[in-house]
């Protein structure tokens, strides 16, 4: 099966920034989108934004439109969020996911079958 592994959360101060990273163990994903998705303790979990591989059609969440950036690199297989002007509404885990149902929307985690382990971003005020 596909391996996910993120890495590169913290313990920030809100207005900081961080970039997290998906390591992926296959080379091609060919028309998947990848996703990233948070939760928060007691909360479900949300769609912050998504990546098709191939092309680099992006799509963002409402909540981070303006402040995250979705990008990845062919060679390393791996996915970036780079999250800026951080919020405390931003602390949760993070995790990176690939889309394998395409009959759901593409916020609907039911919609990616392929998940990491997350990563703990935590934003002070």
């Known amino acids: 099966q596909v391996q996910l592994v993120e890495s590169g959360g913290g313990l920030v101060q809100a207005g900081d920034s961080l970039r997290l990273s998906c390591a992926a163990s296959?080379?091609?994903?060919?028309?998947?989108?990848l996703g990233w998705f948070r939760q928060a303790p007691g909360k479900e979990r949300e769609f912050v934004g998504s990546?098709?591989?191939?092309?680099?059609?992006?799509y963002y969440a409402d909540s981070v439109k303006g402040r995250f950036t979705i990008s990845r690199d062919y060679a390393k297989t791996t996915m970036y969020l780079q999250m800026n002007s951080l919020k405390p509404e931003d602390t949760a885990v993070y995790y990176c996911a690939v889309r394998t149902t395409l009959s759901l929307r593409i916020w609907n985690p039911s919609a990616y079958g392929y998940w990491g382990q997350g990563t703990q971003v935590t934003v002070s005020s």
């Open positions: 296959v080379r091609t994903f060919s028309g998947y989108a």
């Open positions: 990546i098709k591989w191939s092309d680099e059609n992006t």
